[in-house]
């Protein structure tokens, strides 16, 4: 199937995708911060530069968009448009995520990843619990390289 845009207007809508302060990240940041938890955020000195981290927790957040990580949910499609590029690029986002949640963990941090569908087109009291476990995650000083997603 052919995009329904010219390249040009897909090339426009692909470069407005942020890949910092992301909706599903700032959701879970603002919730954080009104339960107590204060953080740094995109900290350059560990790898992968984790979208949030917790250093007295010695805690580490990556908040991940499940087109761009490929992450295996309904919210990921594979493109019909220049499908090589996008194995390959998916494939190397993966791997690359793979190396930093392990770097993270050998030098002694602890790492959640949370998927975009585990927050999208939720009800506030799915957002809310899923809020309270990762709270739990964080204070408990358990458990590593934990997945939350559909």
Request: proline residues 3%; glycine residues 6%.
């Amino acid at each position: 199937m052919a995009d329904i845009v010219d390249s040009k207007t897909r090339s426009r809508m692909m470069s407005g995708i942020r890949g910092k302060n992301t909706k599903p990240e700032m959701i879970i940041r603002k919730a954080l911060f009104k339960r107590g938890f204060r953080y740094r955020i995109h900290y350059k000195e560990l790898p992968g530069k984790p979208d949030i981290v917790f250093p007295k927790y010695r805690a580490v957040v990556f908040v991940h968009g499940c087109f761009w990580h490929g992450h295996d949910c309904h919210l990921f499609k594979w493109p019909k448009s220049r499908a090589d590029f996008w194995k390959k690029k998916i494939e190397t986002n993966r791997e690359r995520d793979i190396r930093n949640r392990e770097a993270c963990k050998k030098k002694g941090w602890r790492v959640l990843v949370i998927w975009e569908c585990a927050l999208r087109n939720q009800s506030e009291s799915q957002v809310q619990s899923l809020i309270a476990s990762i709270e739990s995650w964080i204070r408990s000083g358990q458990g590593n390289q934990i997945l939350i997603g559909s």
